[in-house]
């Protein structure tokens, strides 16, 4: 389990010195100024603070918590705006997966191992939906989430464009794609979107998406796991990039 920290006073310290915030929950009513103090401290971390029902808090923790609880994430997120010009620097062809709502930690550690194996260069997962970096994903991904850059973005649209204007293509996953996943080119830079199981990849996501694929499903199940998904993609690019 992530470390916690309770009290709005306690998270502003731990901000303030530089602590890496996985998000913050706080009491559905809290209007006080010292919560306004709170988003100040917010702003310009990228940490998500959901407004939950103060019993959500209470069971997570009996302490006197003030309405408010976070939690501490066990690796430093990191930007792909800096990745992508030093992946060019080191004159590497970028090749990175983002996840566009994939909100189940064994899914995502096992989509972090398969990248981590393949040697993506990082992982992009939207601020508000995604899973947690925590401990079950961690065990999951077999550790590989300490060791490949993690970027958790507030805004995958303005991320995909900035890719784009990078040179990478962009690549989804879609079960209702005509396009069969061998058929196009992995070879350039690239970004592989995987969208959550019941909902995929958002049409926003999508519509700026350079290259629509689907995997044959040839049984009776109509799709498959997301994690199974993304490592036949990824691999998929291995072969082509080797």
């Known amino acids: 389990m992530n470390e916690l920290i309770f009290g709005i006073r306690a998270i502003i310290e731990a901000i303030e010195a530089g602590k ?3 998000k913050i929950l706080l009491k ?10 709170l988003f100040d401290a917010v702003k310009g971390h990228n940490i998500p603070v959901v407004r939950v029902p103060v019993e959500k808090i209470n069971r997570i923790t009996k302490k006197n918590h003030q309405g408010a609880v976070a939690f501490i994430s066990p690796i430093e997120y990191q930007r792909i705006t800096q990745i992508i010009p030093q992946l060019y620097e080191d004159a590497k062809s970028p090749f990175i997966v983002i996840l566009d709502g994939v909100t189940d930690v064994r899914n995502f550690g096992a989509i972090a191992r398969t990248a981590e194996c393949a040697g993506v260069d990082a992982i992009v997962v939207n601020q508000t939906e995604s899973a947690p970096v925590n401990a079950d994903a961690i065990k999951t991904s077999a550790g590989a989430l300490l ?3 993690v970027c958790r973005e507030h805004n995958l649209e303005y991320i995909v464009n900035f890719l784009k204007e990078s040179g990478v293509k ?3 996953a879609s079960e209702k794609a005509v ?3 061998t058929s196009i080119s992995y070879t350039e830079p690239i970004a592989i979107v995987m969208g959550a199981e019941d909902k995929g990849i958002s049409p926003e996501i999508l519509a700026l998406c350079d290259e629509t694929v689907s995997i044959p499903i040839l049984g009776n199940i109509e799709s498959l796991n997301v ?4 490592g036949i993609l990824i691999y998929e690019a291995v072969k082509q990039r080797n």
């Open 28 to 37: 559905k009513d809290m209007g006080s100024e010292l919560s306004k103090e």
């Open 147 to 149: 060791n490949i850059p």
């Open 227 to 230: 994690s199974v998904a993304a």
């Open 179 to 181: 396009q069969n996943y």
């Open 20 to 22: 890496e915030i996985e």
């Open 170 to 172: 962009i690549i989804a």
